[in-house]
T-cell receptor, first 112, second 114 residues
Framework: DARVTQTPRHKVTEMGQEVTMRCQPI?????VFWYRQTMMQGLELLAY????????DSGMPKDRFSAEMPDATLATLKIQPSEPRDSAVYFC??????????FGEGSRLTVL | KNQVEQSPQSLIILEGKNCTLQ??????????LRWYKQDTGRGPVSLTI?????NTKSNGRYTATLDADTKQSSLHITASQLSDSASYIC?????????????FGKGTTLSVSS
């Protein structure tokens, strides 16, 4: 049963610390998305890769966030330094857009 | 501006009852429309995906409709169950130069009570 795998599932950290979230997309999917979900804003696009190349990261605060795909089996989202307002659930999704999109279970981040 | 608006924001119904969730969009050029179900603490899971030419699509007790002329979609849930309690998110795809843009609604939170 193919699925998108995200780690960690939960992370509590202190303001100023570096946070790295990882995503293993479904094998064969050429498109990977990073989303952030909060109660107030719903799902917001942070970054979007196709064939490992970044296509859109306009939704991401560039001064502290970075997203990479070092290889086809790994996508990373890094926050440095983290701030309390970054507390949210971060989702990775992969697919063969414009077809089906599959989401991971999310990484819940709490920045104290 | 591409937007997806969902209504109601939240809904409470009794188990066994039917309900309909609405999605209005101003997205162009339209590619497809998807409905996702998101259980608390989980990632969204696809229910249906409809292209321009499809008016209705069913997935068990879930039936989605699409009116591309009025840019409206609805998700009808028949004979609701406690497990239907979740957020339902409407997502519209737009074709753009860079590829495909996905515009998310903020979701409708459904609570089914016994």
């Amino acid at each position: 049963d193919a699925r998108v795998t995200q780690t960690p599932r939960h992370k509590v950290t202190e303001m100023g610390q570096e946070v790295t979230m990882r995503c293993q997309p479904i094998l064969g999917h050429n498109t990977v998305f990073w989303y952030r979900q909060t109660m107030m804003q719903g799902l917001e696009l942070l970054a979007y890769f196709r064939n490992r190349a970044p296509l859109d990261d306009s939704g991401m605060p560039k001064d502290r966030f970075s997203a990479e795909m070092p290889d086809a089996t790994l996508a990373t989202l890094k926050i440095q330094p983290s701030e309390p307002r970054d507390s949210a659930v971060y989702f990775c999704a992969s697919g063969l857009v414009p077809r089906e999109l599959f989401f991971g279970e999310g990484s819940r981040l709490t920045v104290l | 501006k591409n937007q997806v608006e969902q209504s109601p924001q939240s809904l409470i119904i009794l188990e066994g009852k039917n309900c309909t969730l609405q999605c209005n969009y101003t997205v162009s050029p339209f590619s497809n429309l998807r409905w996702y179900k998101q259980d608390t603490g989980r990632g969204p899971v696809s229910l249906t995906i409809m292209t321009f030419s499809e008016n209705t699509k069913s997935n068990g007790r879930y039936t989605a409709t699409l009116d591309a002329d009025t840019k409206q979609s609805s998700l009808h849930i028949t004979a609701s169950q406690l497990s239907d309690s979740a957020s339902y998110i409407c997502v519209v795809s737009a074709r753009c130069q860079a590829g495909t843009a996905l515009i998310f609604g903020k979701g409708t939170t459904l609570s089914v009570s016994s």
